[in-house]
């Protein structure tokens, strides 16, 4: 393999990484605030199909974002009135909003636009296309940084800029300003930030807005970005690596990058080695090459992740005392 297969198979994890990291970042506001948010998958997926759907009517990719994001903050919306007004089991409010992207999505899609629950394919002007950086095409002579330049740090589209921005981001509403404190002092001891006047119900309910925004990043990303169309369950479980990634990287923005950076590897090193021929073995079945990141993401949480300590109120819902 030379630099430039080196910089095609980086390019790719950038690219594969990407959903992944805008939905472990909405997990993690979640999380942080006490809230289990399993239903990460659905947001997702319903964002995505939100987002082509509006994206077909309108011909703007802008507009899809924005349904997208409307989509996934209704549902964590949905979440919150569940796990936080009601007080119910979050675990199974998570695993409903999954249930319900992914049979409404099909039935929507189909109803609307009969093609067995997906979407028209998008032309270029109605998706988020690549942008081509200054002097891109003049610095890929030179030697390393080139390649680098033109072929990995160029030529993306916005939503990765903006995924990679979301980070540092997070990392300063979290650690730098009074909300993020109070997110972090809610998800550990919320009868503390109770006692100091502040609603918690209220405050889970903007971390949970929070992470309704980036799910639907997410979900766009998948279906106007990456793709031209939405296609039937295509988080593909997306969402639950991102749980993962957010477990692995214990819930601290920077390790969120840098875990999702990894299983994005995996799952471009995966891509890459479909069709190979092992000496004595033969053709590797596709089917397993395909499971390898979901397999090595196993093996990484099991042995390698360590003790990993979730905020102490994650999951328990908050009552007033009187």
Not at 214 to 223: C, D, I, K, N, R
Request: net charge positive; proline share 5%; hydrophobic share 55%.
């Amino acid at each position: 393999m030379d630099f430039a297969d080196l910089i095609q198979i980086l390019a790719a994890t950038v690219r594969l990484s990407v959903p992944l990291i805008f939905t472990a970042l909405a997990g993690l506001y979640a999380e942080r605030s006490g809230i289990f948010d399993i239903g990460l998958e659905g947001k997702m997926l319903f964002a995505a199909f939100s987002a082509a759907s509006v994206a077909t009517v309108t011909g703007s990719a802008w507009l899809g974002l924005f349904a997208g994001i409307l989509t996934g903050v209704l549902l964590s919306l949905l979440h919150g009135f569940a796990s936080i007004t009601q007080r119910g089991n979050q675990i199974i409010s998570g695993v409903a909003i999954n249930f319900i992207a992914s049979g409404l999505t099909i039935l929507l899609g189909n109803a609307w636009f009969g093609q067995g629950g997906r979407t028209p394919q998008l032309p270029n002007s109605a998706r988020f296309t690549e942008i081509t950086l200054p002097f891109a095409a003049d610095i890929a002579p030179i030697p390393v940084l080139g390649p680098i330049y033109s072929g990995l740090i160029s030529g993306q589209n916005i939503l990765v800029y903006l995924a990679f921005l979301a980070v540092p981001f997070t990392w300063w509403v979290l650690y730098r300003t009074r909300f993020g404190l109070r997110v972090r002092a809610v998800g550990e001891n919320p009868g503390a930030v109770d006692t100091a006047g502040i609603s918690v119900a209220w405050l889970r309910y903007r971390a949970l807005i929070c992470c309704g925004i980036l799910a639907g990043f997410a979900g766009t990303y998948l279906s106007v970005a990456q793709s031209a169309s939405f296609i039937r369950e295509m988080s593909a479980g997306k969402g639950y690596i991102a749980l993962a990634a957010l477990v692995f990287a214990k819930w601290k923005p920077l390790n969120v990058l840098l875990t999702c950076l990894l299983f994005g590897f995996l799952d471009a090193a995966s891509i890459r080695l479909q069709g190979i021929i092992l000496p004595g073995i033969g053709e590797v079945p596709v089917q397993l090459i395909q499971a390898l990141p979901y397999i090595l993401t196993v093996i990484l949480l099991a042995g390698f992740i360590g003790k990993a300590i979730p905020p102490k109120a994650g999951g328990v819902p908050y009552v007033k005392e009187r």
